[in-house]
C-alpha cells in the first residue's frame, strides 16, 4: 500500500469521478484507476462502485482512514519545516456560520501577519455537519456549539453567548420590555433549530426546566438560515445574539430571554494525534482572538481559561473530553 494509492482514492471520493480526480492531482485517468484498483486488490475489497464514482461501505471505511493517514504524513512535513522557523502549510477548518462571520476576517489579517505562508481553508456549516467531517480527518478543528458529544473529540469552551428572541423592531409583540420572561415564549410561532441539533438540544433544556412548550412555524437545521428567514419577514425566532448582523440591529430588536442560559461555542480538535504546526499556529490565533473582548460582537463573552479550569476540578484548561 502507497501514499498515492490513498491519494487516488480520496481524489475519487472528493470529485465524484475517476477523470476529474486525476484533474485534481495532476495526473491521467489511467493511473488513478490503476491506484485504485492495486488498493482494492490488497485489501480484498470492492472500494467504489463502477460506474457512478460512489464509494461503497468499506470505501468509506477506507477513505476515512486515508484522510488521517495524509494528514499526519502533511503534518510531519509542516512540522519539520517548523523547526526552521516556517509555519506553512494548509489548514482545514469548519466553523459554525454565525462565529465564522465574525471571526475569520480577523483571522486572516492576523494570520497574514504573523505565519503569511499558512493557508487556510474554511468550511462553514451546522455543527451537526462540521462534527463528522472533524471526526474523519477531512478538517483539521472546528468552532463548535457545545455539546460536542462525539469521543473522538476533544471540546475547550472559548466563549458564551447570550440567546435572545429576533423580533422586526415595527411588530414587536413585547414593546416596552428589556428582556422577556421564558415562559411568555410559548405564545409564539417561532422559527426554530431542528430537533436533534445542539442549539435546540439546548433551547428544550431550559424550556422543560421552566416547563413551557414552543409553537414552531417552521424547524430548520442551520442558525443562518433561520436569521436570513427572520430578516426577510417569515417570523421570529430565538436565535444566537451573534446572528444579528450590526448593520440590522436598528430594525431588529434582539430581546434577552429570562430563564435562558447562554450557549457555548469553543474549539473541537480530535482527541488522538498530535496537531501539525499549521494548526497549532491556527489555534493559538483563535484562543487569541477569542479572549480580547473588544472586537467580540453584542451578546459574546470570552471564558476565561481559569473558570473553564475550575468547571473542570483541576487546573488543566486544554483538551476538555466530552462524552
Known amino acids: 500500500m502507497e501514499l498515492r494509492h490513498l491519494q487516488a482514492l480520496v481524489a475519487v471520493a472528493e470529485h465524484r469521478s475517476f477523470s476529474a480526480a486525476a484533474d485534481a492531482i495532476g495526473t491521467v485517468q489511467s493511473n488513478v484507476s490503476a491506484h485504485v484498483a492495486r488498493l482494492e486488490r490488497e485489501l480484498g475489497a470492492t472500494l467504489i462502485e463502477r460506474p457512478g464514482g460512489r464509494l461503497t461501505t468499506e470505501g468509506d471505511i ?21 523547526l526552521r522557523q516556517e509555519v506553512a502549510g494548509t489548514v482545514r477548518c469548519g466553523m459554525i456560520g454565525t462565529v465564522a462571520r465574525w471571526i ?3 483571522l486572516l489579517s492576523d494570520l497574514s501577519e504573523r505565519h503569511p505562508k499558512l493557508r487556510l481553508v474554511v468550511s462553514e456549516g451546522a455543527t451537526t455537519v462540521l462534527e463528522p467531517a472533524l471526526s474523519g480527518g477531512r478538517l483539521d478543528l472546528a468552532l463548535l456549539s457545545a455539546p460536542v458529544p462525539s469521543r473522538e473529540l476533544s471540546f475547550e469552551p472559548l466563549l458564551e453567548e447570550d440567546v435572545v428572541l429576533v423580533v422586526p423592531a415595527d411588530q414587536d409583540p413585547y414593546p416596552g420590555l428589556t428582556e422577556v420572561p421564558i415562559d411568555q415564549l410559548g405564545a409564539l410561532d417561532l422559527l426554530l433549530p431542528a430537533v436533534g441539533t445542539p ?3 439546548e433551547i428544550d433544556a431550559a424550556l422543560r426546566r421552566a416547563d413551557v412548550t414552543l409553537r414552531p412555524r417552521a424547524e430548520l437545521d442551520g442558525v443562518r438560515l433561520i436569521a436570513s428567514l427572520v430578516f426577510e419577514g ?21 430581546l434577552p430571554i429570562d430563564g435562558m ?6 474549539l473541537a480538535e480530535r482527541s488522538r494525534g498530535l496537531p501539525a504546526a499549521p494548526t497549532r499556529a491556527v489555534i493559538d490565533t483563535i484562543r487569541r482572538l477569542a479572549r480580547v473582548a473588544d472586537p467580540l460582537p453584542s451578546g459574546l463573552r470570552p471564558i476565561e481559561p481559569e473558570a473553564v479550569a475550575k468547571a473542570e476540578g483541576s487546573l488543566r484548561v486544554l483538551g476538555v473530553p466530552n462524552g
Open 62 to 82: 477506507v477513505v476515512s482512514r486515508a484522510y488521517r493517514v495524509l494528514g499526519e504524513v502533511e503534518a510531519l512535513t509542516a512540522d519539520i519545516g517548523a
Open 104 to 106: 475569520v476576517p480577523m
Open 199 to 201: 442549539f435546540r438540544s
Open 234 to 254: 417569515y417570523g421570529p425566532a430565538i436565535l444566537p445574539a451573534s446572528a444579528v448582523p450590526a448593520h440590522l440591529r436598528p430594525s431588529f430588536r434582539s
Open 261 to 266: 442560559p447562554p450557549r457555548t461555542v469553543g
